[in-house]
Structure formats: structure tokens, C-alpha cells
């Protein structure tokens, strides 16, 4: 056998040999991008989902605020109606002790003025601390779809981020930056589950 005929057959083994790590390479690189591709869809699922959870929360917070500030506009309606009611019932008080010695018979019918007027109040002001107790109630129903609302707009934000990041490591080849994706996706899953149940 001729040298040229060993380097020949030596120069195609290695040509062989050098194909078949290229077709491993190429398969295991195929593998990663399907990977890379699932999981960043996987991703987009959950920031899809975080953004819808994001603005009901939200929604729900501003028609819940708007509910407080209308029950607080109701009760300072009926507190200055309390206060007109007030001072009737003071002025007719008045005037009962005033004719009372005078004319006992306009004396009676203020007194009976001022007690109805008192009666009132007292209605009135119960309205009032009912209204003011509805403010409250949803002022803090209001504070509560925040904390959720927030707690999605952060899962979304780190998504966001994950998805980025899968991006630049589909165009660039490497690994690690779609790993470290993957652990700022993780921290947004823990954000979208705290979204629900607000554990922390």
C-alpha cells in the first residue's frame, strides 16, 4: 500500500470521524433549542396569565377605591345633615325652656320638636358610622387587590426579563444565559403563586 493511499485512507476516517461529532454536536444542539423554545413558550404562558391576573387586581382595586370614596362623600352628607338636625333640635330645646314658664303650650310642642329632631340624630348618625364603615371596609378591600396586583406585575416583570434572556442566548448559543433565565422565570413563579394567596 502506497503512502498516498494511507494518508487518503487515514484523511477519510478522520473526515468520518470529525462528521459524525459534528452530527452528535448538531443533535445535541437541537435538543438545547428545543428546550430553549418550550420553556421560554412555557414562559410567555405565565407572563400572559400574570398580565391578565395584573390588571383585574388592579381594576378591582380602583372601582373598590372608588366604592370608599363615595361611601365617604355618603357619610359626610349624612353628618352634616346630623349637624343640621343638630342645631334644629338645640333651637327648639331652646325655645321649650325658654316658653316654658310663658306658654307652656308652645313650650310642649317645641320640646316635642326637639325630641323628634333627636330621634333623627340619632338615625342619622347611625347612617353615617354605617357609610363610614363601608369607607373603611373598602379602602381596605382596595389596599388588598394592590398587594395582589403587585404581586403580578413583579412575576410579570421577571417573565419579561426570563424571556429576554432566552432570546439572547437562541441568538448568541450559550447556555448559561438561558439558565440564568430560567432562575429569574423561577422567581417569577414564586411572585405569580404569591399572586394568588399573598403568602408573603
Known amino acids: ?4 493511499a494511507f494518508e487518503t485512507t487515514e484523511l477519510k476516517e478522520k473526515l468520518e470521524e470529525a462528521t459524525e461529532h459534528a452530527i452528535e454536536a ?3 444542539h437541537s435538543r438545547w433549542v428545543v428546550y430553549l423554545s418550550f420553556t421560554t413558550a412555557l414562559v410567555a404562558v ?3 396569565i400574570g398580565a ?3 390588571g383585574s387586581y388592579a381594576n378591582e382595586a380602583l372601582l373598590q377605591k372608588n366604592e370608599a370614596v363615595l ?11 346630623y349637624q343640621a338636625k343638630s342645631v334644629k333640635s338645640t333651637i327648639y330645646t331652646t325655645q321649650a325652656a325658654a316658653s316654658k314658664s310663658s306658654d307652656p303650650a308652645l313650650a310642649a310642642k317645641a320640646q316635642q320638636e326637639a325630641e323628634r329632631y333627636a330621634t333623627e340624630e340619632a338615625e342619622i348618625s347611625k347612617v353615617a358610622k354605617d357609610l363610614e364603615k363601608e369607607a373603611h371596609d ?11 396586583h403587585h404581586r403580578f406585575a413583579y412575576a410579570v416583570t421577571m417573565f419579561q426579563v426570563s424571556i429576554a434572556l432566552a432570546a439572547v ?14 432562575m429569574i422565570s423561577i422567581i417569577g413563579i414564586v411572585y405569580f403563586v404569591d399572586g394568588f394567596w399573598l403568602f408573603f
Request: charged fraction near 20%.
Open 46 to 48: 405565565f407572563a400572559a
Open 138 to 148: 373598602e379602602t381596605e378591600l382596595s389596599v388588598h387587590s394592590l398587594d395582589h
Open 52 to 54: 391578565l391576573e395584573s
Open 1 to 4: 500500500m502506497s503512502e498516498d
Open 26 to 28: 448538531a443533535a445535541h
Open 71 to 81: 361611601a365617604q362623600s355618603k357619610a359626610s352628607d349624612q353628618w352634616a345633615y
Open 169 to 182: 442566548a437562541a441568538l448568541s448559543r450559550q447556555k448559561a444565559i438561558w439558565l440564568v433565565g430560567l
